[in-house]
């Protein structure tokens, strides 16, 4: 069963408006959270982070929050650029040494940014 | 520019083949990572290794083996491939408890 879950398969947002994506996890012992943007026929690349301790990261135009309680975090993008079109993928990890940096990764949702 | 490289974009196999996905990455990361990507299941731990000669069985290892005789060098083994393995492979690197590098993947076709 995925621990990881992202229940929207696929977004399609006007450039310049807010994109809101969303991601559920279902393990309690994660505290630190990611987020992974996927290019076609490349490899994932970095996007954002965020520690439990946090409930709210930002960096330039991306901006990741959590909600601890609710077991929910969202990525939101603003703006919207034709170039954020992409699968991203929310990430999880436990952030223990024993847990080696494996990360748990949601189904992923497909952006696509019209002009 | 740290940069994970994998053998092959595209590979097509014979069911019951014998099949090695290669992976390098030159930042001298300690953990190494093979993940399998297929469509509304995201992205699922196939083996992973902490150090040279060590390796840990992630969330769906049947069927894969994996070696790790070098740092840099991270290989992927499917002992007698299947249809069912017929997947993206992604090979990942990371420094410790940080984000993970990916390389650009393996499309392979298990016929």
């Known amino acids: 069963d995925q621990q990881v879950k992202q229940n929207s398969p696929s977004l399609s947002v006007q450039e310049g408006r807010i994109s809101i994506l969303n991601c559920d996890y279902t393990n309690s012992m994660f505290d630190y959270f990611l987020w992974y943007k996927k290019y076609p026929a490349e490899g994932p690349t970095f996007l954002i982070s965020?520690?439990?301790?946090?409930d709210k990261n930002e960096d330039g135009r991306f901006t990741v929050f959590l909600n601890k309680s609710a077991k929910h975090l969202s990525l939101h993008i603003v703006p919207s650029q034709p170039g954020d079109s992409a699968v991203y993928f929310c990430?999880?990890?436990?952030?223990?040494?024993?847990?080696?940096?494996?990360?748990?990764f949601g189904a992923g949702t497909q952006v696509v940014v019209t002009p | 520019d740290v940069k994970v490289t994998q053998s092959s974009r595209y590979l097509v196999k014979r069911t019951g083949e014998k099949v090695f996905l290669e992976c390098v990455q030159d930042?001298?990361?300690?953990?190494m990572f093979w993940y399998r990507q297929d469509p509304g299941l995201g992205l699922r731990l196939i083996y992973f290794?902490?150090?040279?000669?060590?390796?840990e069985k992630g969330d769906i290892p049947e069927g894969y083996s994996v070696s790790r005789e070098k740092k840099e060098r991270f290989s992927l083994i499917l002992e007698s491939a299947s249809t069912n393995q017929t997947s993206m492979y992604l090979c990942?690197?990371?420094?410790?408890?940080?984000?993970?590098?990916f390389g650009p993947g393996t499309r392979l076709t298990v016929t």
């Open positions: 990430a999880a990890s436990e952030g223990t040494p024993d847990s080696w940096g494996k990360l748990q």
């Open positions: 930042m001298d990361h300690e953990n």
């Open positions: 290794s902490y150090d040279v000669k060590m390796k």
């Open positions: 965020i520690s439990s301790i946090k």
């Open positions: 990942a690197s990371s420094p410790a408890l940080d984000e993970q590098y």
